[in-house]
């Protein structure tokens, strides 16, 4: 009877401790499957949206409904609705880290629909590009006079100062190069005119020397699309510029 008692004592013992170590199994088991689901909670939406890249700053767009970054990657040309950089100081050919987020926008006038747009969150400068380094180097302002039947804007002017500060910085023109090499002060004309019956806005730029200005170089900027030509004048043709 003692021998029967001692077994059953025995086995229930036995049964207690693989319950035991099967409920700590379960919660190891259980804290580990907590840990892993941890690890691969996904991103909320707004996240997965969020893109940074770096890229070429190209310029600032004021003229439309939204105001306009565009930034240039390989041979792309991306636009973000610009809402935060109220500085407008990074220049053409800047490297700039862009962070950006899909979303949509209002389209004024069009019974208030909704169309997808990147929106830009932070835009910080990464490098000098060619016109920030021109600026220093240069350390000069640019001149400039236009014909007296021509109404410009102060935003165009400043738009066309920009073009020719920037072809500056890439001209193969020997002359532009020595003057802006020596330093020397270098001035430019503005006009209208009709090519092969196409409206231009033509350049006229000119390094100031001892005896007066005279044009060594002239640029067209097409109305309709603003690509920027450089005149040939010994092949009378234009020849377009990136």
Known sequence: MNRTLIKLIILNCCMLSACDLK????KKLTRSDTIVKQSHTPKTRSEQHTHIDQMTFVE?????????????????????????DDNRNINRGDLVQVKWKRDSITVPGDNESK?????????????????????????????????TNEEFTSSYLDKVYLIVEYYL????????????KNKDEVTYSIESK??????????????VGP????????????????????????????????
């Open 169 to 180: 910085t890439q001209t193969k023109n020997p002359l532009l190069q020595l003057a802006i």
């Open 60 to 84: 600032y767009l004021d003229d439309g409904d939204y105001f306009q970054i565009l930034a240039r990657k390989g041979d792309s040309i991306f636009s973000f609705i610009n809402d935060i």
């Open 194 to 207: 009709t090519r092969d019956d196409h409206g231009y806005k033509v350049i006229g730029i000119a390094p």
């Open 23 to 26: 409920t700590s199994e379960q």
């Open 115 to 147: 169309m997808p747009a990147d929106i830009l969150l932070d835009l910080k400068k990464a490098a000098d590009g060619p016109v920030s380094r021109f600026r220093k180097t240069y350390g000069r302002k640019l001149k400039y006079t236009w014909a």
């Open 211 to 242: 005896n007066g200005a005279s044009i060594v170089q002239w640029l067209y900027v097409d109305e309709e699309s603003d690509k920027l030509y450089e005149y040939n004048l010994p092949a009378d043709k234009l020849v377009a510029l990136k």
